[in-house]
């Protein structure tokens, strides 16, 4: 995809990833950047950083009529959307013993929240013959978030989505991408180290922890490519293959690395 004169919305676009891809895709020529958040103060922010061709949207990705008439206001007021990024999520920090209530806002943030952008946006862009969407799913989708149970299942069902929607849709237009970063230095990880999870020590621990800037590049190269998978950490591919190649010896590393840190 090249991003110039494009219309793009972006989900939790008011902080970390959200907002290095709002101001990305601007730099690059979109002509209109949605920076959709639950926060509209701080999406107003991000939009008026921008300039001109951002505008700020309140959302609650979570509730399926706010996300439609996102989509209806977008339309309306661009006559498109040519790429939409479901980039909203959440973590718990624990494990089985999370919540009813835990488990059900990470269902509906990272996985309901990519259907129903999916529902409310697909019929426009299946109507014109084309479309992208840039689902941020992180690479616990592909591996595991140690320390964190609900994390690790929601992001694996967002990657399973993902694939489904390509799969169904490429031949009729539409391109799908899963972003998969590992640690990125964003709030996110940052309140778990605070917080001492073991999952935000375990990410920490495991590789370059690298800014939303350089996610944001690695989102523009994988979009201009059409690439399904975009891995801004590239051994994320090297550590799939082995977990695939050798389940057990994959989660046997796991597991020392875990002792090591809880040692």
């Given at each position: 995809m090249?991003?110039?004169?494009?219309?793009?919305?972006v989900?939790?676009?008011?902080?970390?990833?959200?907002?290095?891809?709002s101001?990305?895709?601007?730099?690059?020529?979109?002509?209109?950047?949605?920076?959709?958040?639950?926060d509209?103060?701080?999406?107003?922010?991000?939009?008026?950083?921008?300039?001109?061709?951002a505008?700020?949207?309140?959302?609650?990705?979570?509730?399926?009529?706010?996300?439609?008439?996102?989509?209806?206001d977008?339309?309306?007021?661009?006559?498109?959307?040519?790429?939409?990024?479901?980039?909203?999520?959440?973590?718990?920090?624990?494990?089985?013993?999370?919540?009813?209530?835990?488990?059900?806002?990470?269902?509906?943030?990272?996985v309901?929240?990519?259907?129903?952008?999916?529902?409310?946006?697909?019929?426009?862009?299946?109507a014109?013959?084309?479309?992208?969407?840039?689902?941020?799913?992180?690479?616990?989708?592909?591996?595991?978030?140690?320390?964190?149970?609900?994390?690790?299942?929601?992001?694996?069902?967002?990657?399973?989505?993902?694939?489904?929607?390509?799969?169904?849709?490429?031949?009729?237009?539409?391109?799908?991408?899963?972003?998969?970063?590992?640690?990125?230095?964003?709030?996110?990880?940052?309140?778990?180290?605070?917080?001492?999870h073991?999952?935000?020590?375990?990410?920490?621990?495991?590789?370059?922890?690298?800014?939303?800037?350089?996610?944001?590049?690695?989102?523009?190269?994988?979009?201009?490519e059409?690439?399904?998978?975009i891995?801004?950490?590239?051994?994320?591919?090297?550590?799939?293959?082995?977990?695939?190649?050798d389940?057990?010896?994959?989660?046997?590393?796991?597991?020392?690395?875990?002792?090591?840190?809880?040692?």
């Amino acid at each position: 995809m090249n991003l110039t004169d494009r219309i793009v919305v972006v989900t939790g676009g008011a902080g970390g990833i959200g907002a290095a891809l709002s101001r990305r895709f601007a730099a690059e020529g979109a002509a209109a950047v949605v920076v959709a958040d639950l926060d509209a103060d701080a999406a107003r922010a991000v939009a008026e950083g921008i300039g001109p061709v951002a505008h700020a949207h309140a959302v609650d990705v979570t509730d399926e009529e706010q996300v439609r008439a996102l989509v209806a206001d977008t339309e309306q007021r661009y006559g498109r959307i040519d790429l939409f990024c479901a980039n909203a999520g959440v973590t718990t920090g624990g494990g089985v013993e999370v919540d009813d209530t835990g488990w059900d806002q990470a269902w509906r943030v990272n996985v309901l929240a990519h259907v129903y952008s999916a529902r409310a946006v697909l019929p426009g862009m299946l109507a014109r013959g084309g479309g992208h969407l840039l689902h941020t799913c992180s690479a616990a989708g592909v591996l595991t978030a140690v320390g964190d149970a609900a994390y690790t299942a929601t992001k694996h069902a967002s990657v399973g989505f993902a694939e489904w929607l390509a799969i169904t849709y490429r031949d009729r237009g539409i391109r799908v991408s899963a972003l998969c970063p590992q640690g990125v230095d964003t709030p996110m990880l940052a309140d778990g180290l605070a917080d001492g999870h073991l999952g935000a020590r375990v990410v920490a621990a495991s590789g370059a922890v690298l800014t939303p800037d350089q996610v944001a590049e690695a989102a523009i190269a994988g979009l201009a490519e059409e690439r399904f998978l975009i891995l801004p950490h590239p051994e994320v591919a090297d550590y799939a293959r082995r977990r695939a190649e050798d389940p057990d010896g994959w989660q046997a590393g796991m597991r020392k690395l875990v002792r090591r840190l809880t040692a």
